[in-house]
């Protein structure tokens, strides 16, 4: 009998307790909100638009996909690098969509969704520079931003390069056109988004090998499985319904001043 009343008490105190046993979707559906982290200064990931001073992009149009799927609102919150994962396990966002690359060290404080854009990083130079490579950067200062996988692995590309860390992509190209740095270091993609919105875009050039794959997943809490799911189900569901790609294309596409062909293809379960 003694075993029984236990159990009852120990019970009772975890029924007591607020969301005990409740996930992310049961406190995003009694909120009413998806609280989404994404980028503000990285077009077209996720910027703010000048005219509406509102944050667009590709990433908060995947958001604004799964708030619907839910059927609840959508509020965006601006990340950084360096401060995402500090977001997302202090509760102050249910989820990162800011060009957040799957990595295993990053699985002890996050959980990621399937791929939802691959990338791979490369160098960001001024045309005249002499720059072709990492080879190239031997003795010389590059930017990158704080937080990021492409300040490890340019240095494990080119031990010899000094890499200098901005809070932000842009920070780290005015400082190469201040001649601070003589080449800025991530993703290509993020890289195309930056020089194509300077006012002088052919100054620049994305140059050398791919310095290490960048897939991007959405970043979730850990051990919610019920979440993962519903996200990874939602982003199949759009690749296989089309709304991916008209997404895509509104970001990337030919008629945008940062196309990308979509040459891949997202994971599907059966």
């Given at each position: ?22 996930g992310k ?11 989404a982290?994404?980028k ?10 000048e ?7 590709f990433e ?13 609102k ?11 994962i ?20 990053r ?11 691959p990338?791979?990083q490369k160098?960001?130079?001024k ?7 990492v ?27 000094e ?5 932000t992509?842009?920070?780290?190209f005015?400082a190469m056109?201040q001649?601070?740095?003589?080449a ?23 140059v ?17 499985s ?28 030919e ?10 293809q997202?994971?599907?379960?059966p």
């Amino acid at each position: 009998m003694w075993k029984v009343a236990l159990l009852m008490v120990v019970a009772s105190f975890f029924l007591g307790l607020p969301g005990a046993f409740a996930g992310k979707l049961d406190d995003i559906k009694a909120r009413g909100t998806l609280i989404a982290g994404v980028k503000d200064s990285q077009p077209p990931f996720g910027y703010v638009d000048e005219n509406t001073k509102q944050l667009v992009g590709f990433e908060p149009d995947i958001c604004a996909a799964l708030a619907a799927k839910l059927g609840v609102k959508l509020e965006l919150k601006p990340i950084t690098s360096a401060t995402r994962i500090p977001m997302l396990e202090q509760g102050a966002i249910d989820l990162i969509a800011g060009t957040m690359t799957h990595k295993i060290e990053r699985e002890e404080k996050v959980d990621f969704s399937i791929t939802y854009f691959p990338a791979a990083q490369k160098l960001l130079v001024k045309k005249d520079s002499g720059i072709k490579s990492v080879a190239d950067l031997a003795g010389k200062k590059v930017g990158s931003a704080k937080g990021s996988t492409s300040e490890q692995n340019v240095k494990k590309a080119q031990p010899a390069c000094e890499v200098v860390s901005f809070e932000t992509y842009p920070e780290a190209f005015l400082a190469m056109k201040q001649g601070k740095v003589v080449a800025v270091t991530t993703d290509a993609p993020i890289l195309l988004g930056i020089r194509n919105s300077d006012e002088n875009p052919d100054n620049f050039a994305i140059v050398g090998e791919d310095i290490a794959a960048e897939p991007y997943g959405i970043g979730l809490p850990e051990n919610d499985s019920d979440f993962r799911d519903f996200v990874n189900i939602t982003l199949m569901e759009m690749w296989k319904s089309g709304e991916y790609q008209k997404l895509y294309d509104k970001w990337f596409g030919e008629k945008t001043k940062f196309y990308i062909p979509l040459t891949w293809q997202m994971e599907i379960w059966p």
